[in-house]
């Protein structure tokens, strides 16, 4: 965007010292500037937020800013709260299947073993790759962490995210978790607050309805990015995690990632009854309340809680993504659809809901 903007602006990386020192005035510094202004790491200097709001202001807009930042509560704030009306927030996630050539024998895999941050995906080898994310893990929970204004042992909140990515796909209980960090649950919740609003925890809220059923009421838990996950399960192989008891919950959590970042529909759940019928994933695009299953198997076939999701959740179709190569049909509302063709499938949804 900046490099096609027509008219040049400027850039500011505010890990750098010399542009912290360049908008230590930040009046003086973006008032005379025009065209597109790119201010990156922002987190690092959030009372530049108040200054933009007055140029923002300006009756004849000579200036347009492009603002990035980490995954900060104070981001959030300061351009929700200070930027009312006058912004847009967009949130990147890592790569996704639409990225990285999913359709190709095999092209997902890959992606599913790194995970999308970037220098994960694109390292040299497995193994480059995996010695990045452990030093991702060190930094972000070193140095991220407490930049974005949380006060909490480094040692501790990493225990917890250990814990998380062993329940990955599990039904939260907030009374195990507290037991583990030795604290009451109000603390665990916080722990995983924090690391939802950092976003490397997804939380997967369930779905309820007034059914003559008891349904689980406590949400789903992801380690979001799947990389991320293998790192913390010290899995850095694809030989190590194929051999892994989690190796299936591993595949949902991904698909539920690529499936949401394809789709990005506006609210996302799952469903499970007390009597063990469950749906890993509803969408409801159009108007029409989409099923998803995820299963880690050679060629999945139909089941009873299929058929209980369809019937109970009034579902328009019920879709199984599975890691084979081959789409085919089940029933006249249920398919099975390979973890590849998961974008084009996402379109086809988008295009019958507009």
Not at 62 to 83: D, H, I
Not at 99 to 120: C, D, H, I, N, Q
Not at 152 to 162: D, S, T
Request: glycine share 8%; charged share 25%; proline share 6%.
């Amino acid at each position: 965007m900046f490099d096609e903007a027509p008219e040049r602006g400027r850039y500011f990386d505010l890990e750098d010292p010399v542009d912290r020192r360049r908008l230590a005035t930040p009046m003086q510094t973006l008032e005379p500037l025009r065209g597109l202004v790119v201010i990156d790491e922002i987190q690092r200097q959030a009372e530049v937020f108040e200054i933009l709001r007055v140029l923002c202001d300006r009756r004849e807009e000579p200036a347009r800013f492009l603002v990035l930042g980490s995954a900060s509560p104070a981001l959030s704030r300061g351009a929700s709260e200070t930027l009312a009306g006058r912004a847009g927030q967009i949130r990147l996630s890592g790569f996704d299947l639409t990225e990285v050539g999913g359709a190709t024998p095999g092209g997902w895999r890959k992606l599913w073993l790194r995970g999308g941050f970037p220098r994960s995906f694109l390292a040299e080898d497995d193994g480059l790759s995996s010695l990045w994310r452990q030093s991702f893990v060190e930094t972000f929970l070193d140095r991220d962490i407490p930049q974005f204004g949380f006060s909490l042992p480094a040692e501790a909140l990493r225990r917890f995210w250990m814990m998380v990515a062993h329940y990955h796909g599990r039904v939260w209980n907030a009374a195990e978790f507290a037991r583990a960090i030795g604290s009451g649950q109000a603390a665990a919740r916080r722990y995983l607050d924090i690391l939802v609003a950092a976003q490397v925890v997804r939380v997967l809220p369930p779905w309820h309805e007034n059914l003559k059923k008891r349904q689980v009421r406590a949400p789903k838990v992801y380690v979001r990015d799947s990389g991320l996950l293998h790192t913390l399960l010290d899995l850095p192989s694809a030989d190590r995690l194929a051999g892994h008891p989690k190796v299936g919950a591993s595949f949902e959590g991904f698909s539920v990632e690529q499936i949401l970042s394809c789709m990005q529909p506006s609210n996302a759940h799952f469903w499970a009854t007390h009597g063990g019928a469950e749906l890993d994933l509803m969408v409801v695009s159009g108007g029409r309340r989409h099923g998803f299953e995820f299963k880690y198997s050679d060629a999945p076939g139909t089941t009873k809680s299929m058929r209980l999701a369809l019937a109970d959740l009034r579902l328009h179709h019920l879709w199984v993504i599975y890691p084979g190569e081959r789409p085919y049909e089940l029933d006249e509302r249920i398919s099975v659809v390979p973890v590849g063709d998961v974008p084009s499938l996402a379109d086809r949804l988008l295009s019958a809901s507009g």
